[in-house]
C-alpha cells in the first residue's frame, strides 16, 4: 500500500517522506510540478486545480493513506472537503492533516478541514504544532539578512517553536501503526520563547546584533503585504500574532500532548549560512 503527501516538497513533509522511505514505505509525492528529488517518486497535484485531483490515483491505484497540507489560502475547505471526497470514492481509509496548535476543531481554516474529516467514516489524526523553527530560514530570512531583525505583533507573548522533524515523526506513526493512538495531538517545542529571547539567541550565533522589531496590526499587515500576502491571509496571520501576545501558545504549551526534542538554539547553529552576510 502506498502513503500520498500533499505538500510533498514542503517544509512538512520533507523530513516525513526521508522517515518513509528509510522504513521502506512506498510513498508518493504530490505537487504543482510533480517533480521531486531523487530517489522520491513524483505526482502532479494542484489543491486549486481540480482536474489534478485523479492523477495521483491513476498511477498509483494502491494509496490508502494521505498526509493533507493545506494550500496558503484563507478559504481552503472547499478545495480541501472536494479531494477529501475523490480520495474516499478511491478507496482512501485514513488522513493525517496539518493543522495547527491554536485551531480548534470546527474553527477557522484548517480546522474545518478536521471537523469534516471528523464527520467521515476514516480514521484520521489532525496534528496541532506550534509554530515551525524553519519559518527563521524562510520567512524571517530575508528580513533577518537585509534588516538585522525579526518583526511581529506578539509583544512579550510566548511560543513553543518546533521542529518539524519532530512533527514529522508524531506523522509517520499516524500514518503507519496499526492504531492511531492521538488522534488530535498539540505538539510544542521543548521550551517556550518570546521573540526578544529568540532575537538575543540569533544575537549570539551569529555574532551580530539582531532584534525584535514590534509592530501594531496595521504595520504587520502592511509588511505582509509587502512580502505579496493576500490581504486575507495576511488578515489571518495579524490575528495569530495578537494571539499570541494574549497568551494563547502559553496555554497551549501547558496542554501539549507532544513535547519535541530539538531545540531553536541547535537549529540556529546549524543554518547559519542562511542568515550570512556577504562582505
Same mark, same amino acid.
Given at each position: 500500500?502506498?502513503?500520498?503527501?500533499?505538500?510533498?516538497? +514542503?517544509?512538512? #513533509?520533507?523530513?516525513?517522506?526521508?522517515?518513509? *522511505?528509510?522504513?521502506?514505505?512506498?510513498?508518493?509525492? !504530490?505537487? $504543482?510540478?510533480?517533480?521531486?528529488?531523487?530517489?522520491?517518486?513524483?505526482?502532479?497535484?494542484?489543491?486549486?486545480?481540480?482536474?489534478?485531483?485523479?492523477?495521483?490515483?491513476?498511477?498509483?491505484?494502491?494509496?490508502?493513506?494521505?498526509?493533507?497540507?493545506?494550500?496558503?489560502?484563507?478559504?481552503?475547505?472547499?478545495?480541501?472537503?472536494?479531494?477529501?471526497?475523490?480520495?474516499?470514492?478511491?478507496?482512501?481509509?485514513?488522513?493525517?492533516?496539518?493543522?495547527?496548535?491554536?485551531?480548534?476543531? +470546527?474553527?477557522? #481554516?484548517?480546522?474545518?478541514?478536521?471537523?469534516? *474529516?471528523?464527520?467521515?467514516?476514516?480514521?484520521?489524526? !489532525?496534528? $496541532?504544532?506550534?509554530?515551525?523553527?524553519?519559518?527563521?530560514?524562510?520567512?524571517?530570512?530575508?528580513?533577518?539578512?537585509?534588516?538585522?531583525?525579526?518583526?511581529?505583533?506578539?509583544?512579550?507573548?510566548?511560543?513553543?517553536?518546533?521542529?518539524?522533524?519532530?512533527?514529522?515523526?508524531?506523522?509517520?506513526?499516524?500514518?503507519?501503526?496499526?492504531?492511531?493512538?492521538?488522534?488530535?495531538?498539540?505538539?510544542?517545542?521543548?521550551?517556550?520563547?518570546?521573540?526578544?529571547?529568540?532575537?538575543?539567541?540569533?544575537?549570539?550565533?551569529?555574532?551580530r546584533k539582531i532584534t525584535h522589531t514590534r509592530l501594531t496590526g496595521d504595520k504587520l499587515k502592511q509588511l505582509f503585504f509587502a512580502q505579496g500576502m493576500p490581504e486575507d491571509?495576511?488578515?489571518?496571520?495579524?490575528?495569530?500574532?495578537?494571539?499570541?501576545?494574549g497568551g494563547a501558545e502559553q496555554q497551549l504549551y501547558q496542554r501539549s500532548d507532544v513535547v519535541g526534542k530539538r531545540t531553536l538554539h541547535a537549529f540556529f547553529e546549524a543554518?547559519?549560512?542562511?542568515?550570512?552576510?556577504?562582505?
Amino acid at each position: 500500500m502506498t502513503i500520498l503527501l500533499t505538500g510533498g516538497t +514542503g517544509k512538512s #513533509a520533507t523530513p516525513l517522506a526521508t522517515l518513509l *522511505l528509510e522504513a521502506k514505505q512506498s510513498v508518493v509525492l !504530490a505537487n $504543482r510540478s510533480g517533480r521531486v528529488p531523487e530517489p522520491f517518486e513524483g505526482v502532479r497535484f494542484d489543491w486549486l486545480d481540480p482536474s489534478t485531483y485523479t492523477i495521483p490515483f491513476d498511477s498509483h491505484g494502491d494509496i490508502d493513506r494521505i498526509y493533507l497540507v493545506a494550500p496558503g489560502i484563507l478559504d481552503m475547505f472547499p478545495p480541501m472537503k472536494a479531494f477529501i471526497d475523490v480520495a474516499v470514492q478511491k478507496g482512501v481509509k485514513r488522513f493525517v492533516l496539518m493543522s495547527a496548535g491554536v485551531l480548534e476543531m +470546527g474553527g477557522p #481554516a484548517m480546522g474545518q478541514v478536521h471537523q469534516y *474529516l471528523n464527520t467521515l467514516n476514516v480514521e484520521y489524526c !489532525a496534528l $496541532r504544532p506550534s509554530w515551525f523553527f524553519e519559518n527563521f530560514t524562510l520567512e524571517y530570512a530575508d528580513r533577518i539578512n537585509s534588516h538585522n531583525d525579526i518583526f511581529s505583533g506578539a509583544e512579550d507573548g510566548q511560543v513553543g517553536y518546533v521542529s518539524t522533524e519532530d512533527i514529522a515523526e508524531v506523522a509517520f506513526k499516524a500514518l503507519v501503526d496499526d492504531v492511531i493512538e492521538h488522534n488530535n495531538p498539540v505538539i510544542v517545542g521543548p521550551e517556550l520563547l518570546s521573540y526578544d529571547k529568540i532575537a538575543e539567541m540569533l544575537t549570539k550565533v551569529l555574532g551580530r546584533k539582531i532584534t525584535h522589531t514590534r509592530l501594531t496590526g496595521d504595520k504587520l499587515k502592511q509588511l505582509f503585504f509587502a512580502q505579496g500576502m493576500p490581504e486575507d491571509y495576511a488578515d489571518m496571520m495579524v490575528t495569530l500574532d495578537s494571539w499570541v501576545a494574549g497568551g494563547a501558545e502559553q496555554q497551549l504549551y501547558q496542554r501539549s500532548d507532544v513535547v519535541g526534542k530539538r531545540t531553536l538554539h541547535a537549529f540556529f547553529e546549524a543554518n547559519t549560512e542562511v542568515w550570512r552576510i556577504e562582505d
